[in-house]
């Protein structure tokens, strides 16, 4: 388990949990954060089962691969509430609406797919039934080919969500073998909603402050 943070150009570090990370940083100490520090955090330190007290802790978003500084704050070992960390040197208070309803959302959500499902009924009827990778891989690639061969290759599209950016080259790859450009990621998806955002409401919900006012208004 990540013990600290250490701090660039220093020999000391600072626990995890520590109040000095929920406010400003010294002066010409710069945190030597990167991606795959942040991951490997929030895969060890930061998760509410490991988080035996209650408190508000220093973590990133995996709504996407921006990976923006989040705080968590926790309540009997659940998350209650997700909010942008202005503090965090790469994001600095930027976050938008996915990281603040959709984390808790995703996490708790009764809808959370967990394994491959098939639809069991007609559609709208809510009713599934568990099938093994093996199964559901061969059936989509089954019904790819033969949307293919029916309406031709640019009738695929593929989007990717989530911290792994790597899933995205895999997706573009994947479409592009069988002769389909239309792919996009989580900041194309995003980029539109905040430009839309922007053009209809006259405002950004990306910054820290735009959604702490958000967030009093739940």
């Given at each position: 388990m990540v013990q600290g943070l250490r701090f660039r150009g220093s020999s000391s570090s600072v626990?995890?949990?520590?109040?000095?990370?929920?406010?400003?940083?010294?002066?010409?100490a710069k945190?030597?954060?990167?991606?795959?520090?942040?991951?490997?955090?929030?895969e060890t330190a930061f998760t509410a089962r490991q988080v035996a007290e209650d408190g508000t802790?220093?973590?990133?978003?995996?709504e996407c691969s921006t990976c923006c500084g989040?705080?968590?704050t926790v309540r009997d070992g659940r998350v209650v509430d997700f909010a942008p960390n202005r503090y965090h040197?790469?994001?600095?208070?930027a976050?938008?609406?996915?990281?603040i309803r959709g984390a808790p959302g995703i996490t708790y959500g009764p809808g959370r797919l967990l394994h491959p499902m098939r639809r069991a009924g007609a559609r709208g009827e809510g009713k599934w039934a568990r099938?093994?990778?093996?199964?559901a891989l061969?059936?989509?690639?089954?019904?790819?080919a033969q949307v293919r061969q029916k309406y031709g290759p640019e009738a695929i599209v593929g989007a990717t969500s989530g911290a792994y950016f790597s899933r995205s080259l895999i997706l573009a790859l994947t479409l592009r073998s069988i002769g389909s450009p239309n792919w996009m990621i989580n900041q194309d998806l995003c980029g539109g909603c905040r430009a839309v955002s922007a053009r209809a409401m006259g405002a950004s919900t990306s910054r820290a402050a735009r959604t702490s006012k958000m967030r009093a208004a739940r």
């Amino acid at each position: 388990m990540v013990q600290g943070l250490r701090f660039r150009g220093s020999s000391s570090s600072v626990p995890i949990g520590s109040s000095s990370l929920l406010s400003p940083p010294p002066s010409r100490a710069k945190l030597a954060v990167t991606h795959r520090r942040s991951l490997a955090m929030t895969e060890t330190a930061f998760t509410a089962r490991q988080v035996a007290e209650d408190g508000t802790y220093p973590t990133t978003c995996w709504e996407c691969s921006t990976c923006c500084g989040a705080l968590a704050t926790v309540r009997d070992g659940r998350v209650v509430d997700f909010a942008p960390n202005r503090y965090h040197p790469y994001s600095k208070g930027a976050f938008c609406i996915k990281g603040i309803r959709g984390a808790p959302g995703i996490t708790y959500g009764p809808g959370r797919l967990l394994h491959p499902m098939r639809r069991a009924g007609a559609r709208g009827e809510g009713k599934w039934a568990r099938v093994s990778w093996d199964e559901a891989l061969e059936e989509m690639a089954e019904r790819l080919a033969q949307v293919r061969q029916k309406y031709g290759p640019e009738a695929i599209v593929g989007a990717t969500s989530g911290a792994y950016f790597s899933r995205s080259l895999i997706l573009a790859l994947t479409l592009r073998s069988i002769g389909s450009p239309n792919w996009m990621i989580n900041q194309d998806l995003c980029g539109g909603c905040r430009a839309v955002s922007a053009r209809a409401m006259g405002a950004s919900t990306s910054r820290a402050a735009r959604t702490s006012k958000m967030r009093a208004a739940r």
